[in-house]
């Protein structure tokens, strides 16, 4: 993992490089970090990176944040900041009966269909700042 995000790093810069008309990169995604550990080890560019999913868990166990929405907060400016939001799919469908017996609290949903929430934020499309 830590190789991944420091690749990371430099990727996103190459991307926002590529073209000085057009600077609006988001990346969203499963990162399987926190943004604490995004932040060790993309380097420099993480600082200014804003991070619309900061403390609240994206995974149906609510203990670990993975998915997130990431921009350069200089470059777009179309971000509406309260939008974001950990959709929580789990707590939609409720809680099913496991059929077997565990040691630890998984439920069936995240054992059998997934366990991450979705995760989004809102830009406006009404503006363009590049």
């Known amino acids: 993992m830590k190789d991944e995000l420091s690749c990371l790093g430099r990727v ?34 993480a600082d200014s990176l804003f991070f619309v999913i900061e403390a609240e868990p994206t995974n149906v166990l609510h203990d670990s944040i993975y998915d997130n929405i990431l921009f350069d907060p200089v470059q777009t400016k179309e971000f509406i900041p309260g939008s974001q939001q950990v959709v929580r799919i789990d707590e939609m469908l409720g809680e099913y009966e496991d059929p077997i017996p565990d040691a630890k609290p998984v439920n069936w949903f995240a054992r059998n269909v997934m366990d991450h929430c979705p995760v989004y934020a809102e830009f406006r499309a009404d503006m363009d700042t590049d």
């Open 12 to 45: 996103f810069q190459e991307v926002q490089d590529q073209d000085k008309n057009e600077n609006d990169v988001i990346l969203v995604g499963d990162f399987n970090a926190s943004p604490a550990k995004m932040r060790r080890y993309m380097g420099a560019l």
